[in-house]
């Protein structure tokens, strides 16, 4: 059982930036792969970023590419979510999810845990 805790968001300004991250506990971290996903209200869950268990392979939904950045640091058990250049359409709950494999995957029914979520608001 993985145990994934986010935290970091926050009200930011369109253009800003916010730093999101995950701790994970309860496993091996290195043996899954992690994503980020976000659900803005009435939408459904989206993929926004993905990362292998290695950190060497790395995915990104077209609509952050270039804006975002996905890392981990499996020393620490820890995957961080770098945000830049923010918008408005950004505005979710953020959620960080292990999946067990090696390779990252788009879709969130692939995922094995899941953390609670925290809130990024964009203020245009």
């Known amino acids: 059982q993985v145990h994934l805790v986010e935290s970091g968001g926050g009200l930011v300004q369109a253009g800003g930036s916010v730093r999101l991250s995950c701790a994970a506990s309860?496993?091996?971290?290195?043996?899954?792969?992690m994503g980020w996903f976000r659900q803005a209200p009435g939408k459904d869950r989206e993929f926004v970023a993905t990362?292998?268990?290695?950190?060497?392979?790395?995915d990104y939904a077209d609509s952050v590419k270039d804006r975002f950045t996905i890392s981990r640091d499996n020393a620490k058990n820890t995957v961080s979510l770098q945000m830049n250049s923010l918008k408005p359409e950004d505005t979710a709950v953020y959620y960080c999810?292990?999946?067990?494999?090696?390779?990252?995957?788009?879709?969130?029914?692939?995922?094995?845990?899941w953390g609670q979520g925290t809130q990024v608001t964009v203020s245009s």
């Open positions: 990362v292998s268990w290695s950190g060497r392979s790395t």
């Open positions: 999810a292990a999946r067990a494999a090696f390779s990252g995957d788009r879709n969130y029914v692939n995922y094995n845990y």
């Open positions: 309860g496993g091996t971290f290195s043996n899954y792969a």
